[in-house]
């Protein structure tokens, strides 16, 4: 048995655990599902797992709330890797149980997202009841009381319980809909710069004003650094109080990212760095020539010619 120790949202067959297996070594370390984002990121802060791998942004429906929150609080974290997965979706019941027969369904709130309309054209007026993940919905079909007759799952989970019948495959909305997963670890060193990287943050508004937004986006932009998704989300401490999640190009080594960084911080002290890390698709960040290292490089040279008199 590996000595390394994973622990994901579970249980087992979720589209998490398929995003973890692209982990090279996962498939021999010891992997613990959780019942939900908060239990499998508190593991790793208390020592029981080396990492997790939990959701974090679906192509369909944006960012996952409960791991844009989970990550924004608590003793800090790191994103070390990010892997993308293709969702399908079928929908299973218990031998038996026909199209006609379903009332209500269960999965997760994405997945239901992604399958609204195939829901509607062919099951109207079923109900939607809700699951911490499409696996657990379909395990639940298996409990002699499960108050739905029909879950909405990947097809490796149906796959591998006899139990369960496939009524109907393919059945999102979108057929190019992929999410997004993040493995997550206590923080340390940043994995190596590859010139195709996400840097991740967190910033706190700290004051309500007009150009408050502004002048947080103006950090990255004026420094030539895209960015790839940004969400808000409420602190819970008052109403109209947030904080921004945001996607950079880039890798904290890059000088124009390091600079975007240390004006983030003088704006927003309480600005939390969530990770460098490799982008999954391998895209290179389009780099201008003023904003590349070499340019921030002479700009400071410059400088100290000025201050030294040289």
């Known amino acids: 048995m590996s000595a390394v120790t994973y622990t994901f949202l579970g249980p087992e067959g979720t589209f998490t655990e398929a995003a973890l297996m692209q982990v090279p070594g996962a498939a021999d370390a010891t992997r613990i599902p959780c019942t939900n984002v908060n239990t499998a990121l508190d593991r790793v802060r208390a020592g029981e797992a080396d990492a997790a791998m939990v959701p974090i942004e679906n192509s369909v429906e944006g960012g996952v709330t409960a791991t844009l929150d989970a990550i924004a609080t608590g003793q800090e974290l790191r994103i070390i890797r990010e892997a993308l997965v293709r969702v399908t979706f079928v929908l299973v019941a218990r031998p ?44 639940g079909l298996l409990e002699d009381d499960a108050p739905y007759e029909a879950a909405i799952c990947a097809p490796l989970v149906a796959a591998g319980q006899p139990g369960l019948n496939v009524l109907a495959e393919d059945i999102g909305d979108n057929p190019d809909a992929v999410t997004r997963f993040i493995l997550v670890s206590k923080p340390g060193l940043l994995p190596e710069r590859t010139g195709a990287d996400k840097t991740t943050v967190v910033v706190p508004l700290p004051e309500d004003h007009p150009g408050a937004l502004m002048e947080i986006l103006d950090q990255f932009a004026s420094r030539g650094v895209n960015l790839s998704r940004i969400e808000s989300r409420p602190t819970g401490q008052y109403l109209g109080h947030y904080f921004f999640s945001i996607d950079a190009d880039g890798h904290a080594t890059d000088s124009r990212v390091a600079d975007a960084l240390a004006g983030l911080h003088r704006i927003s002290p309480a600005t939390r760095f969530l990770g460098s890390y490799a982008r999954a698709d391998k895209q290179p960040a389009v780099v201008a020539p003023h904003t590349s290292d070499a340019a921030f490089a002479s700009a400071h040279a410059w400088v100290d010619s000025l201050v030294n008199g040289s």
């Open 96 to 139: 038996g149980v026909e199209l006609s027969d379903i009332k209500r369904i269960s999965t997760h709130g994405h997945a239901w997202a992604q399958c609204r309309l195939w829901v509607d054209e062919n099951l109207p007026g079923a109900d939607y009841v809700p699951g911490s993940s499409t696996a657990a919905s379909a395990m």
